[in-house]
């Protein structure tokens, strides 16, 4: 940068000096060379030199200062990690709300344009004496500064990422301050009502991408959650299709077989049709009940860490099926399952061991989500004091198959990468 390199001259012309001072004053002690007026003379030259290059460094870095002070900060990771979470300067109903408004915006950013007011120009001139000559060239000059701060404008918004909403708007201040000042002999600035307009015009397009966004998440969630259900109901069809089936070969069998109730084969055959048929009211009740289904607690060492968790809920008949599907191509390793519990309201036991862990959620943007800054054994003990009823089958142990097959935490130190899973 500017200034950067003449201040590490300067220190080091200063510091050089400095050395030479010392240096000098050493040899004249020991040899005897100087005597005390000379050495004193050229020290004073010395520090003479030493003070205007210090004034210098001072002058240099109090330029530098104002130089970085004037730069817009457009960091992307700065102003990533300086946000916090999104908050709307408008808040409207939904993405189809702030559309129209923007359309609304942009017809009256045009009509201001059309009638003049979006720049104003105060100064009378003439060109050699013709008066209007002089008007002509202020309007022209005025429509070129209007082009130019409209296409600053319009730069801002093509790029424009909600985190950085507050830089936009200090680089379109800044475009409107450069008009001001190239058009000060002709009093030329950018209306306030116009700038505001298109300040207003910036916080609307951020408020926009921001709710677009999230409704796209929640459509992307929504097919998820379809999908999981009708891949639940053909298990539940197929299930019952299958004991049906089953039912129909034992009544046949039955069927054969005489009518004797003593009949130890008959006997049998009755039990086993009892027990299908048992089965099957399970399944219509299942099927029917949509609260009812399996509570998994999983993790995922080589992925996430040793300290999170997910807690989720399935309908699925076999709720392995939606854990392997959740270790897909999406993550580098298979998940552990330390806890598969059923019961007949999963969204209610879901729903409270989500609150108690509410303070460690990861993600507290989007709270669908659900992995939990805590390790399996916290989430047994949460179980524990909700009732020993929910703990038939609990593992702590995170085995991390894949993760330590894979060389783990020695595979990282090898890329020279920070084991953040260890």
Do not use: C
Not at 225 to 241: C, D, G, L, P
Request: glycine content about 4%; overall charge negative.
């Amino acid at each position: 940068m500017f200034g950067g390199n003449k201040i590490q001259e300067l220190e080091t012309e200063n510091q050089r000096l400095a050395t030479d001072l010392i240096n000098l004053s050493a040899w004249a002690e020991k040899y005897k060379i100087m005597d005390a007026v000379q050495i004193q003379t050229a020290n004073n030259e010395l520090q003479t030199q030493q003070s205007e290059l210090h004034n210098s460094i001072m002058s240099m870095q109090t330029e530098l200062a104002t130089i970085k002070a004037s730069i817009l900060e457009t960091n992307d990771l700065v102003l990533l990690q300086e946000i916090g979470i999104y908050e709307f300067k408008h808040r409207l109903a939904d993405a189809t709300a702030y559309k129209e408004a923007l359309s609304k915006l942009k017809d009256n950013i045009k009509t201001l344009a059309k009638q003049d007011s979006a720049i104003t120009s105060s100064a009378q001139w003439s060109i050699g004496n013709d008066a209007r000559a002089g008007a002509k060239m202020a309007k022209d000059i005025s429509k070129l500064m209007l082009r130019a701060y409209n296409q600053e404008a319009e730069n801002i918004l093509r790029t424009l990422k909600p985190y950085s909403l507050d830089a936009a708007k200090q680089r379109l201040d800044k475009a409107r301050d450069t008009i001001v000042k190239l058009g000060a002999v002709l009093q030329i600035s950018i209306s306030a009502k116009f700038h505001t307009q298109r300040l207003y015009e910036l916080e609307l397009t951020a408020d926009y991408l921001v709710r677009q966004e999230q409704e796209k998440q929640l459509i992307r969630e929504e097919r998820e959650r379809q999908r999981e259900e009708e891949k639940a109901a053909k298990e539940f069809a197929a299930e019952k299709a299958r004991l049906e089936k089953e039912r129909q070969h034992y009544l046949s069998a039955i069927s054969k077989l005489s009518n004797d109730p003593n009949d130890p084969q008959r006997t049998e055959l009755e039990q086993k049709l009892h027990d299908i048929e048992a089965s099957i009211q399970g399944v219509e009740e299942r099927e029917a009940n949509i609260r009812a289904g399996y509570v998994y607690v999983i993790s995922n060492r080589g992925s996430f860490g040793e300290h999170v968790v997910k807690v989720g809920l399935t309908r699925r008949l076999e709720p392995m099926d939606r854990v392997r599907e959740l270790g897909d191509a999406s993550v580098p390793f298979q998940f552990d399952v330390h806890a598969l519990i059923f019961s007949n309201d999963a969204v209610s036991l879901e729903t409270t061991l989500h609150q108690k862990l509410e303070s460690k959620r990861v993600n507290l943007v989007n709270q669908r989500r659900e992995f939990f800054y805590a390790t399996p054994t916290e989430v047994r003990e949460i179980l524990e004091e909700m009732g020993g009823e929910y703990l038939l089958e609990f593992t702590e142990l995170s085995e991390a198959i894949e993760w330590y097959e894979s060389g783990g935490h020695n595979r990282l130190a090898e890329l020279g990468l920070t084991n953040t899973n260890s």
